[in-house]
């Protein structure tokens, strides 16, 4: 079984940086495209970017093109999401997430979810 953990989410002001992690263990983590979704309050969760096996490929949501950045290590079973410049709409519990689809967007396409980590961002 897959299992995920997130962490490196905070309380930060407008214009601030996190990085958030996720690691993964129980199966080989070059197996699964890596996403990274988050949900809103009040609202559906949303997909924020993702990245391919061997890191070919990323991709990102409009809202966060330019300020967040995807990675991950295979060797160290971890992904990465770099999130610069952040806005108080970027306020939200974030959840990594691993598919073996290739429907990267579609978080209905990941078999497997981290339990989240909360990001506050202040004006």
């Known amino acids: 079984q897959v299992k995920l953990v997130e962490s490196g989410g905070g309380s930060v002001q407008a214009g601030d940086s996190l990085k958030l992690s996720c690691v993964e263990s129980?199966?080989?983590?070059?197996?699964?495209?890596m996403g990274w979704f988050r949900q809103r309050p009040g609202k559906e969760r949303e997909f924020v970017s993702s990245?391919?096996?061997?890191?070919?490929?990323?991709y990102y949501a409009d809202s966060v093109e330019g300020r967040f950045a995807i990675s991950r290590d295979n060797a160290r079973n971890t992904v990465w999401l770099q999130m610069n410049d952040l806005k108080p709409e970027d306020t939200a519990v974030y959840f990594c997430?691993?598919?073996?689809?290739?429907?990267?967007?579609?978080?209905?396409?990941?078999?497997?979810w981290g339990q989240g980590t909360q990001v506050t961002v202040s004006p």
């Open positions: 129980g199966r080989p983590f070059s197996w699964y495209q």
């Open positions: 990245i391919g096996r061997q890191s070919l490929g990323k």
């Open positions: 997430a691993a598919t073996t689809s290739s429907e990267h967007e579609r978080a209905s396409s990941y078999s497997y």
